[in-house]
């Protein structure tokens, strides 16, 4: 287990957003957190990433407990994650939103950058070196130089991507990775998906509203509403689960109209 | 999701307007010409050597002008770390400088210290004054944050109006001159020329912070905290990061000021002082060098050429920055029409 939730509670006032749910994710896995509209899949990936501080229970990440740390610490742990509505640097160009992501695997300050120091050089050095490897990945190298806001929608997303795996993570939560993306991006995003996880060894969870792609990558999933965890299993166990199709798909039958 | 469209779209317009107007390709070409390190070494030396120069050949009012300028360039730089570079929208600058001013004024005064020993101390109150301020304000964000600041300001003021060893509202009076090498600095020309030095070294320390990990980290934090954070950066660290230097930078300057004028008072350091040092960076274009240094030359040039028109010199400059604030939003300094360079200066 990479990571491992115990009985999580958060709670808004008098609301309870999430509520004590419970399940791991396996190292070098696939996973995916399902549910209806407002049942507190953000909420609890706010949690998981030190964003909300959940009241109760515990999240063991590598077997340390991450509740009471705050984001940066768990992002430098190696916990990274995207944001459901985009959140780039939108004034800084695509590079520079990249490289944000080496800042907790480097260490110059001050006297460094005055000074222009043979080490600070060498880690500028390796700074850019990694995040072109990221864009490479990514598929985005050729936008390198524009501002990341006069970037097409598609193209705003990979960026956001490459700048969660420029932290180096072991785990990257993605919220829904495929909002806003076109039949083509999507199936761009499976297999961009499957090679984090088999070309870079890094453990893949995210929120997902569109059922095909969920379908078609995870390898376990878990779905919650109301706050509470309702079903998991593989793609067919959570198909076939009266409890999820009563909650979930039936709904988005509807909503599809 | 509605946002990111819009956003595309204005963006897609921009672009669009951009292509036609030969201004910006002027601007272009001139930036693209200062990419090249021969003609940027050439242009800056030369331009550092008619400064050197200008002693020699002007009138001494026109030297006080000049030291002024290079005085609010090093301020501006200063407050344009925290606005400009960290986004922290700061009412109450001019509290940094007068802690470097008293701090000087009063070793001079009171201990017989050394000028220059004056310096690493007052560094040293600029720091605690920086994190003075930064610390309980670390979860504010900007409106909120510049009521914090401009109480901070004015708290200053008023500590040093009323505390025996500031010299209550008189100031402090009489604060010997520095000497260096066994010469005295007294005149103009010597404060000009340690202005200048200052300002010199602020702009290549703002440019060497710009391009380093710390100043993207700045950045990041001013375009958006949460992703910020969630990209490692310890923003609380980063936020009080930026105080404290743009604290130093303003206390250094206080420093020299103290020696240069021999005499300081609480009304050098009012609110309206704030907001000129403010003025001058937005005015200029936040965050950007050269727009900065030009926001504080014009601040100062500006009512020194309209001297003449009395008491009407800062309601024209007022109704201009009015204009300005319409119609360029972002400052005079023009910026390349694809935005950045390749390795991402303005």
Redesign the interface.
């Given at each position: 287990m990479i990571l491992d939730i115990k009985d999580l509670t958060l709670r808004f006032g008098g609301l309870t957003a999430v509520n004590k749910v419970s399940f791991g994710i396996e190292e070098g896995s696939i996973e995916s957190l399902i549910g209806p509209n407002g049942a507190g899949k953000t909420s609890l990936f706010n949690c998981l990433t030190g964003f909300y501080k959940a009241q109760e229970g515990d999240i063991l990440f590598q077997d340390q407990s991450v509740m009471r740390l705050k984001p940066h610490k768990i992002t430098i742990l190696g916990m990274a994650r995207t944001f459901q509505n985009l959140r780039l640097f939108k004034n800084l160009t695509v590079m520079e939103n990249i490289m944000s992501g080496m800042h907790c695997r480097t260490s110059s300050g001050l006297a460094g950058a005055v000074m222009r120091s043979p080490g600070q050089r060498a880690e500028e050095k390796r700074i850019r070196e990694v995040a072109t490897e990221c864009m490479e990945f990514i598929g985005i190298l050729d936008k390198k130089d524009m501002v990341a806001k006069n970037l097409p929608y598609g193209d705003q997303r990979r960026v956001e991507w490459a700048r969660a795996l420029a932290t180096q993570p072991k785990l990257l939560l993605l919220d829904e990775p495929a909002a806003g993306l076109n039949y083509d991006e999507k199936m761009q995003l499976v297999e961009l998906i499957r090679r984090i996880r088999d070309e870079r060894k890094i453990t893949v969870f995210l929120i997902e509203h569109d059922m095909g792609l969920v379908m078609k990558v995870s390898e376990k999933i878990f779905v919650i509403d109301y706050g509470t965890k309702i079903a998991e299993g593989t793609v067919q166990e959570v198909q076939n689960n009266p409890r999820v199709i009563e909650a979930y798909l039936g709904k988005e039958e509807e909503d599809a109209i | 999701?509605k946002?990111?469209?819009v956003?595309?779209q204005t963006?897609a317009a921009q672009?669009a307007t951009k292509q036609k107007n030969p201004l910006v390709q002027l601007i272009d070409r001139l930036y693209e010409l200062f990419d090249n390190k021969k003609i940027r070494f050439i242009v800056l030396a030369a331009a550092v050597a008619v400064l050197l120069y200008l002693p020699m050949r002007t009138s001494m009012y026109f030297m006080e002008v000049m030291t002024n300028v290079w005085f609010y360039v090093v301020m501006c730089l200063g407050l344009n770390i925290i606005v400009g570079f960290a986004g922290l929208l700061s009412l109450g600058y001019a509290a940094f400088f007068a802690v470097g001013a008293y701090t000087t004024g009063i070793l001079i005064l009171h201990y017989g210290v050394n000028f220059w020993l004056t310096l690493p101390v007052s560094v040293l109150m600029a720091v605690i004054a920086g994190l003075a301020i930064g610390t309980p304000t670390l979860k504010l964000r900007s409106d909120y944050l510049a009521i914090v600041t401009l109480g901070f300001g004015e708290m200053t003021r008023l500590a040093a109006r009323n505390l025996e060893i500031t010299g209550r509202a008189t100031g402090l009076v009489g604060i010997s001159r520095p000497s260096i090498f066994g010469m005295t600095l007294y005149k103009i020309n010597h404060f000009y020329y340690a202005f200048l030095l200052l300002a010199i070294l602020a702009i290549?320390?703002s440019y060497?912070?710009q391009?380093?990990?710390?100043?993207?980290?700045w950045?990041?934090i001013r375009?958006?905290e949460?992703?910020?954070?969630?990209?490692?950066?310890?923003?609380v660290a980063i936020r009080l990061?930026a105080f404290v230097?743009g604290s130093v930078f303003g206390a250094l300057a206080g420093s020299f000021m103290a020696v240069k004028m021999t005499a300081i008072s609480p009304d050098s350091f009012l609110f309206t002082q704030s907001v000129m040092i403010l003025l001058a960076v937005v005015l200029g274009g936040m965050g950007k060098i050269p727009g900065v240094i030009l926001g504080a030359f014009a601040m100062v040039i500006f009512p020194e050429i309209f001297r003449g028109i009395g008491q009407y010199r800062m309601l024209i400059f007022g109704l201009l920055l009015l204009v300005l604030m319409i119609y360029r939003p972002q400052g005079l300094w023009p910026e390349r029409s694809?935005?950045?360079?390749?390795k991402?200066k303005i």
């Amino acid at each position: 287990m990479i990571l491992d939730i115990k009985d999580l509670t958060l709670r808004f006032g008098g609301l309870t957003a999430v509520n004590k749910v419970s399940f791991g994710i396996e190292e070098g896995s696939i996973e995916s957190l399902i549910g209806p509209n407002g049942a507190g899949k953000t909420s609890l990936f706010n949690c998981l990433t030190g964003f909300y501080k959940a009241q109760e229970g515990d999240i063991l990440f590598q077997d340390q407990s991450v509740m009471r740390l705050k984001p940066h610490k768990i992002t430098i742990l190696g916990m990274a994650r995207t944001f459901q509505n985009l959140r780039l640097f939108k004034n800084l160009t695509v590079m520079e939103n990249i490289m944000s992501g080496m800042h907790c695997r480097t260490s110059s300050g001050l006297a460094g950058a005055v000074m222009r120091s043979p080490g600070q050089r060498a880690e500028e050095k390796r700074i850019r070196e990694v995040a072109t490897e990221c864009m490479e990945f990514i598929g985005i190298l050729d936008k390198k130089d524009m501002v990341a806001k006069n970037l097409p929608y598609g193209d705003q997303r990979r960026v956001e991507w490459a700048r969660a795996l420029a932290t180096q993570p072991k785990l990257l939560l993605l919220d829904e990775p495929a909002a806003g993306l076109n039949y083509d991006e999507k199936m761009q995003l499976v297999e961009l998906i499957r090679r984090i996880r088999d070309e870079r060894k890094i453990t893949v969870f995210l929120i997902e509203h569109d059922m095909g792609l969920v379908m078609k990558v995870s390898e376990k999933i878990f779905v919650i509403d109301y706050g509470t965890k309702i079903a998991e299993g593989t793609v067919q166990e959570v198909q076939n689960n009266p409890r999820v199709i009563e909650a979930y798909l039936g709904k988005e039958e509807e909503d599809a109209i | 999701m509605k946002e990111n469209q819009v956003d595309i779209q204005t963006a897609a317009a921009q672009t669009a307007t951009k292509q036609k107007n030969p201004l910006v390709q002027l601007i272009d070409r001139l930036y693209e010409l200062f990419d090249n390190k021969k003609i940027r070494f050439i242009v800056l030396a030369a331009a550092v050597a008619v400064l050197l120069y200008l002693p020699m050949r002007t009138s001494m009012y026109f030297m006080e002008v000049m030291t002024n300028v290079w005085f609010y360039v090093v301020m501006c730089l200063g407050l344009n770390i925290i606005v400009g570079f960290a986004g922290l929208l700061s009412l109450g600058y001019a509290a940094f400088f007068a802690v470097g001013a008293y701090t000087t004024g009063i070793l001079i005064l009171h201990y017989g210290v050394n000028f220059w020993l004056t310096l690493p101390v007052s560094v040293l109150m600029a720091v605690i004054a920086g994190l003075a301020i930064g610390t309980p304000t670390l979860k504010l964000r900007s409106d909120y944050l510049a009521i914090v600041t401009l109480g901070f300001g004015e708290m200053t003021r008023l500590a040093a109006r009323n505390l025996e060893i500031t010299g209550r509202a008189t100031g402090l009076v009489g604060i010997s001159r520095p000497s260096i090498f066994g010469m005295t600095l007294y005149k103009i020309n010597h404060f000009y020329y340690a202005f200048l030095l200052l300002a010199i070294l602020a702009i290549f320390v703002s440019y060497r912070l710009q391009d380093s990990r710390i100043g993207r980290a700045w950045k990041c934090i001013r375009e958006d905290e949460d992703a910020a954070e969630a990209m490692g950066i310890n923003v609380v660290a980063i936020r009080l990061f930026a105080f404290v230097i743009g604290s130093v930078f303003g206390a250094l300057a206080g420093s020299f000021m103290a020696v240069k004028m021999t005499a300081i008072s609480p009304d050098s350091f009012l609110f309206t002082q704030s907001v000129m040092i403010l003025l001058a960076v937005v005015l200029g274009g936040m965050g950007k060098i050269p727009g900065v240094i030009l926001g504080a030359f014009a601040m100062v040039i500006f009512p020194e050429i309209f001297r003449g028109i009395g008491q009407y010199r800062m309601l024209i400059f007022g109704l201009l920055l009015l204009v300005l604030m319409i119609y360029r939003p972002q400052g005079l300094w023009p910026e390349r029409s694809g935005g950045y360079s390749a390795k991402g200066k303005i």
